[in-house]
Structures are given as structure tokens and as C-alpha cells.
């Protein structure tokens, strides 16, 4: 199963809006509702902010939203904030247990 | 609360072999689907593989890539889990994380905090 695509990084300024992509294809992002969206600060575990393309687990910010259209997922931050620089990584479901990752955006705030 | 601790990481020479560890605890681990991830330096995340609880069928499954170096097993009167690698290799070093797939649809959360091996002769 190959990596999910993202670009390698995105910025904004503080109050802007981002919007981070994941491009996979038929068999995994286009196949089914199961995206997730994972936070990683430098030297920390990533955490979970986005699953089934566009639920928030408890405790997550509103800014943090997302979307999928065809192949492609997406996941938004309204109102930038210094704390939201971090890595971003997507992940799908394929239809089968094995977890794909994409490669990862950088966010500069 | 829901935590995940591992341990067990280190200094390994290659060709060596390594068990980590992973205590849970704030959960039904008995009826958890486990999985493990790791972290090369710099790099991204890589899905290493997945326990099912034994009421799935307690059947494990793995990264194609990684198959048959790798071994998931666990204790749920212990409530830990454990990754098994042997005939470690240069390519192995990364922060190991164990999380928990609440659904079977990737939904893993939360994670432990990691634990690093190295892989250096």
C-alpha cells in the first residue's frame, strides 16, 4: 500500500486559514469515510485531531475541520495560532487492517 | 484517563534483538485492537502492525515490508502489549509509539509517548 500524498509544507499567519491536502486513491481515501488527521509537535506524540473525514475528538478545537472530495482529503485550520505549528499527518482506512500514513506536512505559523 | 507507557528501547547492535513494551491502563484493554507505529528520525509515521483482541480472534497483522522480523503479542491479565524484533537492522532506528485503535476503521487514539531504538554497532 503506498504512502498517502501531502505536500511537504504549508504556512500562514496568525487569524489566516490553511488547508492541508491527502491524495490517495480509489482503494483507500476515494473508497470509504475513514480519514483521520494526526498533530505531531517536535519531540512529542502525534494526536489525534480528525477522524471519519470530519469528526473532532473531545477536547479538539472547532478551527481544526475536515472535508474529502473524490481522492482527495482535506483538513482546514481557521484562525492560525502560534500553537498549531506543527506536523500534520492523514491517514485512511483501505478496506483491510493494514494503516496508511501520509508522508507528512510541515505548518509554519 | 486513558494512558499508554512504553519501555524498553535502546542500544542495540545490529543483528540483535529487541522486546518492547507497552502498560495500558484507563481502558478495556482486554477487548482493544492494539497497534504499534514507529518514527524514524526526521521521517514520517510507518504503521508496523496490529493486535485484534482475542474476542477478534486475537490475530495479528503487519506492514507487508515488515513481516517476519516483527511480532505483536499481548498480555490482557497484565493489560501490555509487546512488539518482538529480531535480526534488528540500521533501518530499525525510530520511536517506537503504541496507540489504540478504538474502531477498525484507523482510528487511533491516544498514543504512549515513545520509546527509542537505536540500531548502531
Known amino acids: 500500500q503506498s504512502a498517502l500524498t501531502q505536500p511537504a509544507s504549508v504556512s500562514g499567519s496568525p487569524g489566516q486559514s490553511i488547508t492541508i491536502s491527502c491524495t490517495g486513491t480509489s482503494n483507500d481515501v476515494g473508497g470509504y469515510n475513514y480519514v483521520s488527521w494526526y498533530q505531531q509537535h517536535p519531540g512529542k506524540a502525534p494526536k489525534l485531531m480528525i477522524y471519519d473525514v470530519n469528526n473532532r475528538p473531545s477536547g479538539v478545537s472547532d478551527r481544526f475541520s475536515g472535508s474529502k472530495s473524490g481522492n482527495t482529503a482535506s483538513l482546514t485550520i481557521s484562525g492560525l495560532q502560534a500553537e498549531d505549528e506543527a506536523d500534520y499527518y492523514c491517514s485512511s482506512y483501505t478496506g483491510s487492517t493494514t494503516v496508511v500514513f501520509g508522508g507528512g506536512t510541515k505548518l509554519t505559523v | 484517563e486513558v494512558q499508554l507507557v512504553e519501555s524498553g528501547g535502546g542500544l542495540v547492535k545490529p543483528g540483535g534483538s529487541l522486546r518492547l513494551s507497552c502498560a495500558a491502563s484507563?481502558?478495556?484493554?482486554?477487548?482493544?485492537?492494539m497497534d504499534w507505529v514507529r518514527q524514524a528520525p526526521g521521517r514520517g509515521l510507518e504503521w508496523v502492525g496490529r493486535i485484534k483482541s482475542k474476542g477478534s480472534g486475537g490475530t495479528t497483522d503487519y506492514a507487508a515490508p515488515l513481516k517476519g522480523r516483527f511480532a505483536i503479542s499481548r498480555d490482557d491479565s497484565k493489560n501490555t502489549l509487546y512488539l518482538q524484533i529480531n535480526s534488528l537492522q540500521t533501518e530499525d532506528t525510530a520511536v517506537y509509539y503504541c496507540?489504540?485503535?478504538?474502531?477498525?476503521?484507523?482510528?487511533?487514539?491516544?498514543w504512549g509517548q515513545g520509546t527509542l531504538v537505536t540500531v548502531s554497532s
Open positions: 496507540t489504540w485503535s478504538r474502531t477498525i476503521f484507523n482510528r487511533l487514539d491516544p
Open positions: 484507563g481502558f478495556n484493554f482486554i477487548n482493544a485492537w
